[in-house]
Nanobody, 115 residues
């Protein structure tokens, strides 16, 4: 069993920054990707960014240049540095990991950006 625990969400003013963390624990072998999704009220969950085991990254267009995903493999942790936040970035942010062929989700952390 794998557990993903997010932290770092909160309330920030537009233009500000936050860093989200997601620590993975449990039976972690052969992680294929780790990443972040988000879901705003009334909207579908959408990709924010992910990083493959080889280190390649992929970002949603609206996050490019503002968000940076990184990992600390020794700590089995993935980070999301979010800069220049906008009110439309307000959402619950979910950590995601694909291990072998199984998809795991964290419980989510709320990010609220005030205008």
């Amino acid at each position: 069993q794998v557990q993903l625990v997010e932290s770092g969400g909160g309330l920030v003013q537009a233009g500000g920054s936050l860093r989200l963390s997601c620590a993975a624990s449990g039976s972690i072998f052969r992680v294929n990707t780790m990443g972040w999704y988000r879901q705003a009220p009334g909207k579908q969950r959408e990709l924010v960014a992910y990083m493959s085991s080889g280190g390649s990254t992929n970002y949603a267009d609206s996050m490019k240049g503002r968000f940076t995903i990184s990992t600390d493999n020794a700590k089995n942790t993935v980070y999301l540095q979010m800069n220049s936040l906008k009110p439309e970035d307000t959402a619950v942010y979910y950590c995601n990991a694909i291990i072998f062929t199984t998809v795991y989700w964290g419980q989510g952390t709320q990010v609220t950006v005030s205008s």
